[in-house]
């Protein structure tokens, strides 16, 4: 099967409703998001869940919040094959311009990973026909609540899943990009190098989660950049999320890490990746606005530092 999201993705309260957010319908323009800027659906999950919401309480109602909104562009997440399902039938997905879809599968297992296998590849056709054009697969780790590092077989097999999908997507006209968070950058980034430089870079391309890379690495920067730089050719997507002192900021602005470094190295090398505003809350975020005034702001500054994507 498909792993569920980490805990904090999913610990939500009942009854929730986005217009308890301050989300606005289709008369607001500041929503609309004329630019290249995409939204994710997790940052509106922990937005709901700082509110005392919970998403998973009755996500279709939500979605069909969404479809009234100004909003369209946005990135779904797959929490597992039984939401897809429940999901993949009860919602109109033309209402949205869907480029991209993320998803989290336990492919370091050899036991049940043909399935495993055979469940993605199910996901990634049903959004194709919707138009989306990348996967974003996100393997799962061993315990999303504890340090469990994987065996050097457990990364072979991880491997071997992520080269079969992205062949199989390939035939689709897909693009598989490979996510991270902040677990993948423990012993020196081990997992992480082992991902991108076990892979064959003509299929497995890269969805660089920028503050799970800061985070992982010790709250450093520079370690953020150097990884920008190494893998810049393979990059087709960003995450992207802001903090101060370490702490998730309630916008994206200016703050820990430098996001015009990360354009000015992309623009060089003449690359124009996805760009996914993934501003989320967390335990020490102001709270000070509702969701439609943070991610207005939020695209705007987006827009001015990546003005040239």
Same mark, same amino acid.
């Given at each position: ?9 999913? @610990?939500? #309260? ?26 994710? =659906? ?11 919401? &919970? ?8 979605? !069909? ?20 399902? =429940? ?9 949205? $311009?869907?480029?991209?879809?993320? #998803? ?19 996901? +990634? ?12 697969? /996100? ?12 065996? &050097? $077989?457990?990364? /072979?097999?991880?491997? @071997? +899943? ?14 598989? +990009?490979?996510?991270?968070? &902040? ?14 430089? @076990? ?23 520079? *370690?953020?950049?150097?990884?920008? /730089? ?19 900021? =309630? ?18 090398? /003449? #690359? ?5 505003? *993934?501003?989320?809350?967390? @335990? ?7 969701? =439609?005034?943070?991610?207005? #702001?939020?695209? !705007? ?6 003005? $040239?994507?």
């Amino acid at each position: 099967m498909i792993c569920t999201i980490p805990l904090s993705r999913r @610990k939500f #309260l009942k009854n929730s409703s986005l217009a308890a957010l301050g989300f606005m319908t289709a008369k607001t323009s500041a929503m609309a998001n004329p630019s290249k800027i995409c939204l994710q =659906e997790y940052p509106w999950r922990t937005f709901m869940e700082r509110e005392g919401m &919970d998403w998973h309480n009755d996500p279709i109602k939500h979605y !069909q919040e969404l479809m009234s909104s100004a909003f369209k562009k946005f990135e779904p997440v797959v929490d597992s094959f039984e939401y897809f399902k =429940e999901m993949s039938s009860s919602v109109d997905w033309s209402a949205f $311009d869907i480029g991209s879809v993320y #998803l989290n599968a336990i492919l370091h297992e050899e036991k049940n990973l043909n399935q495993r296998i055979g469940q993605v590849r199910v996901i +990634a056709k049903f959004y194709a026909k919707l138009g989306a054009k990348i996967i974003i697969i /996100n393997p799962s780790p061993i315990s999303w609540d504890e340090a469990v590092d994987k065996t &050097d $077989d457990e990364l /072979n097999t991880q491997v @071997k +899943a992520l080269s079969l999908l992205s062949k199989s997507f390939a035939e689709m006209g897909l693009l598989l +990009a490979y996510h991270n968070h &902040d677990s993948e950058m423990r012993n020196s980034g081990r997992e992480l190098h082992w991902m991108l430089q @076990k892979t064959n870079p003509q299929y497995v391309k890269y969805c660089l989660d920028c503050h799970w890379i800061y985070r992982g690495s010790g709250n450093n920067s520079k *370690e953020l950049y150097r990884i920008v /730089n190494l893998y810049a050719d393979r990059i087709v997507e960003l995450h992207l999320r802001q903090s101060s002192d370490g702490i998730w900021t =309630e916008i994206f602005k200016e703050g820990d890490i430098d996001y015009s470094k990360i354009a000015r190295v992309l623009k060089y090398r /003449n #690359l124009k990746p996805r760009l996914v505003l *993934e501003q989320a809350v967390e @335990k020490g975020t102001p709270h000070t606005m509702s969701i =439609e005034k943070s991610y207005s #702001l939020g695209i !705007q500054y987006a827009n001015k530092i990546f003005i $040239d994507f």
